[in-house]
């Protein structure tokens, strides 16, 4: 097995009293798809800061195609395309000027592909920057960020400004280009149901832990919503690992990891119960908001703001 | 809050009040040491606060109308001022309001230090009662204490709102604090240069009708009501009388800047919104188009980039020096001066500005959180990056501003009996080494405090703190200092200077909110 992409080992961060990573570990191997996920806050852009050296950690290690960020943060930019989350750029130069300007910053620039990519993107070239909409700004982001041929892609929520249309563009023909290529991508992104196609694996960010690192497909198997009856529900047990619990009527409805294990227990009990499939925006919900018994000492904002009300 | 307007002011009474705390205690510190160091002459007291008040009321005003006109739309909250259910003028209101407290509480306050330190210190009365006729050309009539102080404490706060509004209205609605202010400084240059060429065909056109018309219209002008309280034919004990003589002008005054003040309020937050041109779904590169070269090395490139940069403001303040040495020139009627000499003095009072401006927009979009990470997250060779852009923002200065003022300080020096001396040299040096010098300290300012204001404040009082306690150990220890003695510490405080300024590029540091 070669080096990872990315490696974090039980990373802590804090600015003063707010601690935004709490021993936060994830791998990314080299050629995976990797999407980031959290909530606003969660921790995602300081994690993503550290991978490119902009930041350094408390504790913890942190290694980018091999490299410390803090050590040698010239060595990973070099090799990393980075596009930053709201990226501002210098309002005064043309696109054409600033893909000139940076074209010397890269060893490995390719000034014909900053063309291609400008032209596949639609980036007014010879408009300033300040007069560019967010979603052409974050286009020639892009461009930026693969003109010269980055192992490793790490972009930071890119889909914001992008329209619709534009989004699938990109989730289904850079990403899908850029895996073509054998890169390594890793992104954070907010909305869920288009990572999910292209994802192979996710990791989850709540309050600066990882909560669940996993293939998309895994993650997909492993988490399911059961519903049965309130009475059944304690035949559940011990056996589930319960991230939501909510009551429909009658009913209860659990969302489970490891859900195999639970469905065959209900059977064996001879428990009725139904089995529903959840999507990755769901099981991203049941993790990030609903009650985790796996780890309970955190309450989700939301929760503890309804129960107040 | 109960009010819009009490919201409105509270809003800018929390933006302004560190403002108005740092701008009166540098007075207050420069006030200080103006006592400490001619404490046995009382001439040279009146001489110093009269300057300082005049050096606060250009450099202040342009700071703190620089943030009045361009701030909102440099921290990009305009669109949120935009969205309030008020009328623009309000807010632009309350900000002018909050500005002039901030601009006049420091005058009032020292000059009011001032008054009572020179009461209450055993000066002579006779003693200071002559300074103060000579310092305020009063002639054979006598004026008191108490007659300066509201001459020295009016002038300047008139001459402050004055300006204060102008620059304000000048520079409304820009990108960000440094293009307010440039603007705003071009369009008063501009005022006063077109006020000197009408004075001046009036002049040799033998136009009385023309020179009496720019005479009432001229205190409609930009700081010229500051000018009316230092006259020096009349007390303002007796201001009645004097305003009913001046009453045309006054009310020239009153009636132009009240104009100036509602295109101000007219104008504030009506912010063009430019229709994007890219259009979605459109081709926008052409086949066949070819883009331009890459730049060959990160040092071109660099280069390249802080010359677009600091270029148009070193080309704007030499069109400024030459505008106001052409101002100079033809209000000349003895045909006496030289424009040499002219061009020098203006150059070398002007060029410490555009120094110290210079200096603090070197770092200016840098620093501003998501352009810091854009260039922070490239691979960037930082001390190439620090060097080449403080190189070559100094190279563009000197070569625009630098050379034209040394050429015109060697024209004019040989045009002299004594033809250039050594003694001109060293001073020459000396102004060199100080404009470098607040250059290199408000990059540095600038970077730890992320404000242009406090930045500027903080490097004139440096500035001023430093030479003064070189000189007071200097002469309390060993006398006149050497030659030599001096160039050492200039050369160790401008390296101290840059090391600290690298450091805080390098390592990112400063207050970031």
């Known amino acids: 097995m070669g080096v990872p992409a990315i490696e974090l080992q039980a990373v802590d961060k804090s600015f003063r009293k707010n601690r935004v990573l709490r021993g936060t570990t994830f791998q990314v191997e080299a050629g995976c798809t990797f999407a980031f996920l959290g909530r606003n806050g969660a921790g995602k852009t300081a994690a993503i800061r550290m991978l490119m050296g902009l930041l350094s950690c408390d504790d913890g290690v942190i290694r980018v195609l091999g490299l410390d960020p803090q050590v040698d943060p010239i060595g990973v930019r070099s090799r990393v395309g980075y596009l930053a989350e709201d990226q501002t750029m210098y309002g005064w130069m043309r696109c054409e000027e600033i893909l000139r300007f940076m074209a010397p910053f890269y060893a490995t620039w390719d000034h014909q592909l900053a063309l291609r990519y400008a032209r596949d993107f639609e980036v007014p070239l010879q408009e300033k920057i300040k007069h560019l909409s967010k979603g052409q700004n974050v286009r020639l982001g892009l461009v930026l960020a693969l003109a010269h041929r980055p192992e490793l892609v790490i972009l930071d929520d890119p889909a914001l400004g992008l329209d619709s249309i534009m989004r699938k563009q990109f989730n289904r023909d850079l990403i899908t280009h850029l895996q073509g290529e054998g890169r390594t991508v890793f992104y954070s992104f907010h909305l869920l149901y288009e990572v999910e196609p292209v994802a192979d694996e996710v990791a989850i960010l709540d309050q600066g832990r990882i909560v669940r690192q996993s293939e998309t497909e895994a993650l997909r198997s492993d988490v399911k919503q059961i519903v049965l009856s309130r009475e059944a529900a304690v035949a559940v047990g011990e056996t589930a690992s319960v991230l939501q619990r909510r009551e429909e009527g009658r009913e209860l409805a659990l969302v489970v990891d490891k859900a195999q294990v639970v469905i065959d227990h209900l059977r064996r009990e001879g428990v009725e119960h139904r089995v529903v499939d959840l999507n990755l925006d769901e099981i991203f919900e049941a993790y990030v908001t609903g009650t985790n018994e796996a780890e309970p000492p955190e309450v989700a904002a939301t929760q503890r703001i309804a129960g107040e009300a | ?513």
């Open chain 2, 1 to 513: 809050m109960q009010s819009i307007w009490l919201s409105l002011l509270w809003k800018e009474w929390c933006e302004h009040r560190w403002k108005l705390a740092a701008l009166s205690s540098s007075m207050l510190v420069v006030m200080l040491l103006v006592f400490f160091k001619f404490r046995t002459s009382v001439p040279d007291v009146v001489t110093f606060v009269t300057a300082s008040l005049m050096t606060y009321a250009l450099l202040a005003t342009f700071f703190v109308a620089m943030s009045v006109a361009g701030g909102e739309s440099s921290r990009k909250t305009m669109p949120f001022l935009q969205s309030l259910p008020v009328p623009m003028w309000q807010p632009a209101a309350a900000k002018l309001f909050v500005a002039g407290v901030t601009l006049v509480v420091p005058i009032i306050l020292t000059m009011t230090v001032v008054y009572s330190t020179l009461q209450l210190v055993e000066f002579s009365t006779r003693e200071v009662q002559n300074s103060i006729n000579w310092n305020l050309r009063t002639g054979p009539r006598v004026w008191r204490i108490h007659d300066w102080y509201v001459a020295r404490t009016v002038g300047p706060v008139l001459g402050s709102l004055s300006l204060l509004l102008w620059l304000a209205a000048a520079g409304v609605n820009r990108s960000d604090e440094i293009r307010a202010g440039a603007v705003g400084f071009l369009s008063i240059t501009a005022i006063w240069i077109s006020f000197a060429y009408l004075f001046h065909v009036a002049d040799k056109q033998d136009l009385p009708n023309l020179e009496a018309g720019l005479l009432v219209a001229m205190p409609a002008g930009p700081g010229v009501p500051g000018v009316f309280p230092l006259r020096g034919d009349t007390p303002l004990r007796y201001f009645v009388s004097w305003g009913i003589v001046y009453a045309p002008y006054l009310l020239t005054a009153l009636v132009g800047h009240a104009a100036v003040g509602a295109w101000y309020l007219g104008r504030f937050g009506r912010v063009k919104h430019k229709p994007k041109r890219g259009g979605i779904g459109q081709s926008l590169v052409m086949p066949g188009y070819a883009l331009g070269q890459p730049m060959r090395s990160q040092l071109t490139a660099i280069a390249w980039k802080q010359m677009r940069e600091t270029g148009p403001l070193a080309a704007f303040a030499l069109a400024a020096i030459l505008g106001i040495t052409a101002i100079v020139l033809m209000a000349d009627e003895t045909g006496r001066v030289d424009f040499s000499e002219i061009f020098t003095q203006v150059g070398a009072c002007m060029s410490f500005f555009v120094f110290l401006v210079a200096g603090i927009g070197l770092y200016l979009d840098d620093i501003k959180p998501e352009l810091n990470s854009f260039w922070r997250s490239r691979p960037t060779n930082l001390p190439l990056w620090f060097g080449i852009k403080y190189a070559t923002a100094f190279l563009v200065l000197l070569t625009v501003l630098g050379i034209p003022l040394i050429l015109g300080t060697l024209i004019y020096s040989n045009q002299l009996p004594g033809r250039f001396s050594e003694g001109m040299l060293a001073n020459l040096l000396w102004i060199g080494w100080f404009f470098i010098e607040a250059f290199t300290l408000a990059m540095t300012l600038q970077c730890l405090l992320r404000q242009p204001l406090y930045a500027a404040i903080l490097t004139c009082v440096t500035l001023m703190f430093g030479n003064f306690a070189y000189s007071y150990v200097c002469y309390e220890t060993i006398g006149h200092p050497p030659w030599s003695l001096n160039a050492a510490v200039m050369i160790l405080a401008l390296v101290a200077t840059v090391a600290l300024a690298w450091q805080t590029v390098k390592h990112d540091w400063g207050w970031k909110h």
